[in-house]
């Protein structure tokens, strides 16, 4: 498997993705990346959510961007607020360590006044739903004679929501020579006639086998509980748990410590590891808990990073991660080697957006326990 230098990924990107735990290319992401970074091509992407296909689209897309060109360079069209929100969120996460490439998102369902005012600052990026940018091109709000790549993301999904009409006229809109990359989980008619009629005969085919990012023999489940509770449903989950091992994630290494202690006083055998513990302390910690003397352990993301330890049937989030790649790589931790387990998060009602959002990106589904 290359790495995402070998992919000819810029350096900056890559020490951006490091800081968001995205370590190792997809799928789609190895097939994609050189061949958008190597020629001027139409594409066309058959990648479901949650693997990785906005990396994928999104990585060549910021590398084709000039930011000393305050003009629009680039079109990500999708079919929900949602989504492109979170296309947006991804790529200003992409840039942190290179020179700011401003992304703005516009979609039905907000004042189009505020988007007309955003607009106005410095864009290189739009990622917009079908109906709210045929909207602000009437309101000449934005011009897109400069645009270079146009990007359907979810084409299937922009058609069964009804905005055949609208890609049509955007994709008579856009500048003839601009590269169309098009991304669908499904290829249904309708859709082969805007490929048809809008793209290049020849353009490259890439199908990603549908093996997500996240392992399919994860079952994910959640508790929903307020702070004050969230101790008293721990405890009687592990014990729910018998003889099964498992691994508890905190954010910070001082709530790890802290419900170590917690977890002690109720008689609950745990260790903690985290960042400030010397090496040597870190090493018996992890040998007592692979060699299966000690059944539970608490860990923060970055403690828990390259962990291999085979049999454990559960993952307890009793913090949610910072991002959504930190949840793929703590639920991995479980269901290896084909066999079932469970992630378990432990979430207070204002959290459980969140976890939609999760369902989303990652292509999961989760089971309410509580
Ligand atoms: P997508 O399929 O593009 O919606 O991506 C789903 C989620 O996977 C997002 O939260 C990404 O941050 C994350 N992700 C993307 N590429 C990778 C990767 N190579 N390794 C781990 N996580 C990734």
């Known amino acids: 498997m290359k790495s995402f230098k070998e992919l000819g990924v810029k350096k900056d990107f890559i020490k951006a993705l490091e800081a968001l735990n995205i370590t190792k290319p997809t799928e789609i992401q190895t097939n994609v990346i050189p061949l958008l970074l190597e020629t001027k091509t139409d594409l066309i992407g058959q990648a479901q959510t949650g693997t990785g296909k906005t990396a994928a689209f999104g990585l060549p897309l910021l590398h084709s961007v000039d930011p000393s060109r305050k003009e629009i360079q680039a079109l990500i069209l999708c079919p ?26 516009v979609y039905g369902g907000e004042k189009i006044d505020r988007q007309i005012g955003s607009l106005r600052r410095p864009t290189h990026i739009v ?75 020849d353009a490259p085919r890439i199908e990603a086998s549908s093996k997500k990012l996240v392992n399919e023999n994860i079952q994910h489940k959640y508790f929903v509980c307020d702070e004050e509770e969230k101790l008293h449903v721990l405890v009687q989950f592990l014990k729910s748990q018998h003889k099964n091992r498992g691994i508890i994630f905190c954010k910070t290494k001082k709530a790890t410590q802290y419900l170590s202690k917690q ?108």
């Open 127 to 201: 990622v917009a739903t079908p109906g709210r940018l045929i909207d602000l091109l009437k309101r000449k709000a934005l011009s897109l004679s400069k645009v270079d790549t146009v990007v359907l993301d979810e084409a299937d999904e922009m058609l069964s929501m009804g905005f055949k009409k609208e890609l049509d006229q955007i994709l008579d809109f856009v500048p003839q020579d601009a590269n169309k990359w098009l991304f669908s989980a499904t290829m249904p008619h309708t859709l082969k006639e805007i490929i048809k009629e809008h793209m290049a005969a």
């Open 80 to 105: 929900t607020r949602e989504l492109g929100q979170q296309i947006a969120k991804q790529l200003f996460r992409f840039t942190k360590f290179s020179d700011k490439i401003f992304t703005e998102a």
């Open 263 to 370: 977890l002690i006083a109720k008689n609950i055998a745990v260790d903690a590891i985290h960042g400030d513990l010397y090496q040597k302390e870190r090493e018996k910690v992890l040998r007592a808990f692979k060699k299966g003397n000690l059944q539970l352990i608490v860990a923060t993301d970055i403690a828990a990073r390259g962990l291999d330890i085979d049999a454990l049937s559960y993952v307890v989030h009793f913090q949610l991660p910072e991002s959504e790649a930190y949840y793929t790589h703590r639920s991995g931790r479980t269901a290896r080697a084909g066999r079932e387990g469970v992630s378990m998060a432990f979430v207070t009602a204002f959290e459980r957006k969140k976890l939609m959002d999760y369902e989303k990106t990652l292509g999961i589904s989760f089971e309410r326990i509580r």
